[in-house]
């Protein structure tokens, strides 16, 4: 059973950083592309960044790149987005979801199409005072 864990949300003021984890299970890490996605109230859900698993590339939306990072550790199965120069804009709750690399994983990550990612974990709150 594919899970995914969310953590590492909270209460920061702007400007501040957070580092949040995704706890994978129930697949091969390495063959899959794992995304970070959130979403504001009244808003509709939005790509933040993903990673190819396998080979490490990365993608970003614009609203957040030279901000966050996206990595992953194979050997915890496990990725993370460190988010630095938090705006309050960032108040959103933050998912991560998995979707296989093969046949159209890659596209999907890199497009951040959060419609087309096959597995989600619940999300976690991340609140960006002014």
């Known amino acids: 059973e594919v899970q995914l864990q969310a953590s590492g949300g909270g209460l920061v003021q702007a400007g501040g950083s957070l580092r949040l984890s995704c706890a994978a299970s129930?697949?091969?890490?390495?063959?899959?592309?794992i995304g970070w996605f959130r979403q504001a109230p009244g808003k509709e859900r939005e790509g933040v960044s993903c990673?190819?698993?396998?080979?490490?590339?990365?993608y970003y939306s614009d609203s957040v790149k030279g901000r966050f990072t996206i990595s992953s550790d194979n050997a915890k199965d496990t990725a993370y987005l460190e988010m630095e120069s938090l705006k309050p804009e960032d108040t959103a709750v933050y998912y991560c979801?998995?979707?296989?690399?093969?046949?159209?994983?890659?596209?999907?990550?890199?497009?951040?199409?959060?419609?087309?990612?096959?597995?989600w974990g619940k999300g976690t709150q991340v609140t960006v005072s002014s």
């Open positions: 979801a998995a979707k296989p690399a093969i046949p159209d994983g890659v596209r999907t990550c890199a497009l951040l199409l959060w419609q087309k990612m096959d597995y």
């Open positions: 129930g697949f091969t890490f390495d063959d899959y592309v």
């Open positions: 990673v190819s698993i396998g080979d490490d590339v990365t």
